[in-house]
């Protein structure tokens, strides 16, 4: 229900736990998407979209723990509008203090005639019997008209009006395919409070995708026109181009507060902290010229720029950077550094850890430091990357790596892998050193996966510099990415390659019900 004496107040609907996960690559295990949610909670999302319940077990069990760990915001579960779907997302939010069911069908032509094989008036019928079903269970009930934004006018009303007098809370209208521009996003909006009785009585949300580069100016023109829930994502992740990013729109509204007059409960300060942690666990690196939490978003080196910010930060910074939790000065650690520099500096750049984690990771660090000079925040966050990907629990583990490259081939690794706890050696030829490592894992464990992506990029600037490598691979549909750094890349690789591997390993014991479409 809107409070009309709070009509400034814009709610945040986090999904980077269900339509983030969807993006190639990026799936989360069970503990990332706890620590995740907990992030989300204490930085003030009000409501954490936390999976797709029937998708699988693994869903499930994330749905139900999230529910049982968040203290104040909503959780939500993603359903069709089969009552199967429906009871299962009952069931796995039945510990959350504020449940949320969020059930969803096709609406435009071309979805209901290709996809849906159903007839308008068919799907009507569908909307009253889900929302009415999944009130059952919850006063706070979520509908979304999947491809909304390319439904026609008059049957989205109709679609609306049945979906609030069957008990709807937030009618959620969701850009599908990111195709609607800011004016058209604005004008539904303003066309569904025209026309449709009821509209008043509930929270209108609007969920945009970035196919076209217009997610964010999409969510905010629709709050313009009186939406206020925006579904948004930490770093923009999603589905194909992703969707709005959440430090984004949170941030043009508090920056262009004179012309975005609207609040939320965000505390911008932890947004730097979510985006590190989102790219930790998915694997996906934010590009360097992302907008708020990109690595040159507060950096410059143009002269004209640093005498300006010399005399004056507000020339060319039109935020602080502690706004969206960055530190000002950028300190160096070194071999010299002792554990509670390194958690101290660590609890900076937004890593809570505990006194065995901490543990680990300073001979982590020690390590590194004997081989490079200075290390700085990105070799610090690189440093974490590689110590969560490097579970003890991983069947595969490498142990020993000797390559031989150079001008005359062939180039040769020599590995050691320990798999489920035996170790095993052999090597291996091919076009590099980094081929001949790959070749090596596959002599020694051999698989069919495919390699999509190989991508390596340095952390920091020198000769000494740790390289970050991200490895992409597909077995049977199944995606994952893998993630290692070192200051020896062929080293960097090759543990990427098998962190890739274990995540297959992962993804083989678990298996979907049914193939599943959503409303993203």
Request: net charge negative.
């Amino acid at each position: 229900m809107t409070d009309t004496a709070n009509q400034d107040r814009v709610l945040i609907f986090d999904t980077t736990l269900r339509d983030g996960e969807q993006s190639p690559g990026a799936t989360m295990t069970h503990d990332e998407k706890l620590e995740i949610a907990q992030t989300l909670d204490e930085m003030g999302v009000d409501i954490i979209e936390a999976g797709f319940p029937i998708a699988s077990e693994g869903d499930f069990a994330a749905v139900r723990a999230i529910s049982e760990l968040v203290k104040n915001a909503a959780v939500c579960g993603l359903s069709r509008s089969s009552f199967k779907d429906i009871d299962r997302a009952a069931e796995a939010l039945k510990p959350a203090r504020r449940p949320r069911i969020h059930t969803f069908i096709s609406t435009s032509p071309l979805h209901m005639k290709y996809k849906l094989q159903m007839d308008p008036e068919a799907v009507i019928e569908a909307i009253a019997a889900s929302v009415g079903h999944a009130r059952k269970f919850t006063d706070d009930v979520q509908w979304s008209p999947e491809d909304g934004t390319r439904t026609e006018h008059d049957f989205l009303c109709r679609a609306v009006e049945t979906a609030i007098k069957a008990g709807a809370t937030t009618i959620n209208i969701p850009d599908t395919v990111g195709y609607t521009a800011p004016n058209e996003s604005a004008e539904i909006i303003r066309m569904l409070k025209e026309r449709v009785p009821g509209i008043d009585e509930v929270t209108i949300a609007t969920h945009c995708h970035n196919d076209l580069g217009m997610a964010v100016a999409n969510a905010l023109a629709a709050v313009e026109a009186g939406a206020r829930q925006i579904e948004c994502t930490i770093n923009g992740l999603g589905e194909r181009a992703g969707n709005a990013a959440l430090e984004e729109v949170v941030m043009a509204m508090r920056v262009r507060n004179d012309i975005l007059p609207y609040r939320t409960g965000i505390d911008t300060t932890r947004i730097m902290q979510a985006s590190r942690l989102v790219s930790t666990a998915t694997g996906f690196p934010v590009q360097y010229n992302k907008a708020i939490v990109g690595k040159n978003a507060f950096a410059h080196e143009s002269g004209i720029h640093q005498d300006g910010m010399l005399k004056h930060a507000g020339t060319y910074e039109i935020m602080r950077p502690e706004d969206v939790g960055l530190s000002e000065t950028s300190l160096v650690m070194g071999k010299h550094s002792g554990r509670a520099a390194l958690r101290a500096k660590l609890g900076e750049l937004g890593f809570e850890l505990g006194d065995n984690q901490l543990k680990d990771v300073f001979v982590r660090f020690k390590e590194l430091a004997d081989r490079k000079k200075e290390i700085f925040e990105d070799d610090l966050l690189a440093l974490m990357r590689d110590t969560a990907s490097d579970a003890e629990h991983d069947r595969i583990q490498v142990k020993r790596l000797r390559v031989i490259c150079g001008t005359e081939g062939p180039q040769s690794a020599e590995l050691t892998l320990e798999i489920d706890g035996r170790e095993t050696a052999g090597e291996a030829t091919g076009d590099g050193p980094v081929d001949a490592a790959f070749n090596a894992v596959k002599a020694l464990f051999p698989h069919h996966a495919r390699l999509q992506l190989y991508q390596v990029h340095a952390v920091t600037e020198g000769t000494d510099a740790q390289a970050t490598v991200s490895v992409r691979m597909e077995e049977n549909g199944k995606i994952v990415t893998g993630q290692s750094a070192d200051t020896d890349t062929v080293v960097a690789s090759t543990r990427a390659y098998v962190n890739a591997l274990n995540k297959l390993l992962v993804r083989r014991e678990k298996s979907a019900p049914e193939s599943l479409k959503d409303v993203s």
